[in-house]
């Protein structure tokens, strides 16, 4: 008996010693946004975003026997490829984080993905990264994106412009990888349904003086000006420009114009103008508000970008759990898997749960903040909200 008492007690403490292991495991998960650049004002609360859902898994002390999660953030600043991929070496190989929840633009996540993801074998979900040419880049597997592509939203702006009785616009692009690549689709859509670009120019980010730009646009005419372009940079000049000058007074703005900034900096003299840019009504959209705002309410969970940032991290850490090991060489195989059906549906709020369907060797369909539907090679299927500004203040129409 007194044997039997020394081995019970011998395996309790040793579960006891694993199950302290396990809360005292760290999982470093990397932030990489551009909290410096031309999207600088919604960086924050894409951040907020990832960043809640990495608390709600800590707190859940599910994750592979208790881990919990930090985050590391890295400033990909949007458009410096050298500096993006700089920061993105030195929390890989220094911070030691095991994937990455970003980068944010198309041109940065292109070069992080070549230059550091593929040769250190790291996965990268990027909340809001639309280039199309991202579909087809070599990832070996480790690039995800919650975002749909500017493939499609090229067309959904095109339907939006048309459906509007708008038959002719200007378009003016940022010159990078995002600008060009949904200047293009959408330029295909739109002539291909009978619209006519009068002109399609790209500008330059960081000018103090766009007239020139405003010049050719106004010369070549149109029923709108579809600016292209970003809301703390460029595309917000090309807009003063267009409005000091009178050359047009409705725009068209896609998903890097939409934001509280372009609100807030142009109000009623936008009035009438409409876009686009990734969002959707279904219940995971209100219950991520309400986990928010249960949270203190330390970012904005409307902004752009922020629910899809939620669900990128949410997918990271559901996939090392399905997985049952924190590296990218495993969890990779998983994603898709903890994304689609068949499996319980899982909200917002709901991880802990999900960590214990997964434990247990259940299944789990992933829909997130952001109704998250994953095809191809880990593209997202998407889902679109068309805004109007009235009365200086940006309203939603309807969700596509």
Known sequence: MKKLLLASAATALLAGSAYADGHMKEIKIGVLLGFTGPLESMAPHMAGGAELAMKEVSASGALLGGATVTPVRGDSTCVDAAAATTVAERIVTSDGVKAIMGAMCSGATGAIL????????????SPSATSPGLST???????????????????????????EGVKSVALTYTNNDYGKGLADAFQKAYEADGGKITISASHEDGKADYSAEIGSLAAAGGDRLVIAGYADQGGAGVLRAALDSGAFDTFHFPDGMVGL???????????????????????????????????????????????????????????????????????????????????EKIYPGELAK???????????????????????????????????????????????
């Open 354 to 400: 999900a960590m214990k369907i997964l434990a247990d060797g259940g299944e789990i369909d992933y829909v997130g903040a952001s109704a998250v539907e994953l095809i191809g090679a880990g593209e997202s299927a998407g889902n679109y909200r068309q805004v109007v500004f009235k009365d200086g203040k940006m309203e939603i129409m309807k969700f596509r």
């Open 137 to 163: 880049a070599e990832d070996n597997g480790l690039f995800f994106r919650t975002a749909p592509s500017d493939a499609r939203q090229g067309q959904v702006m095109a339907d939006i412009l048309l459906e």
């Open 114 to 125: 070549s230059n550091v993801a593929l040769p250190n074998g790291i996965v990268m979900i």
């Open 261 to 343: 900034a372009l609100e807030e900096n142009f109000g009623k003299d936008i009035g009438g103008s409409m876009g686009q840019n990734p969002g959707t009504d279904s219940p995971g959209a209100a219950k991520f508000k309400e986990l928010a705002a249960a949270d203190g309410g330390a970012f904005e969970p409307t902004s752009p970008f922020s629910a899809e940032s939620y669900d990128a991290a949410a997918l990271i850490m559901l996939a090392m759990q399905a997985a049952g090991s924190s590296e990218s060489s495993a969890l990779k195989d998983k994603v898709m898997d903890v994304a689609n059906a068949p499996g």
